[in-house]
């Protein structure tokens, strides 16, 4: 597993998002609330969510997008390529 991880978060709550899409950890509805994806400390039985076109996992390029907490991850395959936007909503 990368250790190269991007943090989304409002104030509330905070997700570590890994190249490949998955959101490694995730505690709701607060930051302090035990966690719902915890792949970051089990890779086996921690558990994530991805996004996967046609169920194949690649590694994208994270950034963020400029004066923002939006992470914007691209991905490139033979086919082309395809953005996805990361952020946790404001409340």
Request: charged share 20%; proline share 4%.
């Amino acid at each position: 597993m990368s250790l190269s991880q991007a943090v989304i978060g409002n104030g509330n709550l905070i997700a570590l998002v890994h190249p490949d899409s998955g959101i490694d950890w995730l505690c709701m509805p607060r930051f302090d609330s035990p966690s719902i994806f915890g792949r970051l400390l089990d890779e086996e039985r921690g558990g994530t969510w991805r996004f996967l076109p046609s169920g194949r996992v690649q590694q994208g390029q994270m950034r963020y997008v400029r004066n923002t907490n939006v992470l914007l991850t691209r991905f490139e395959d033979e086919s082309g390529a395809w953005d996805l936007f990361d952020f946790v909503r404001l409340q």
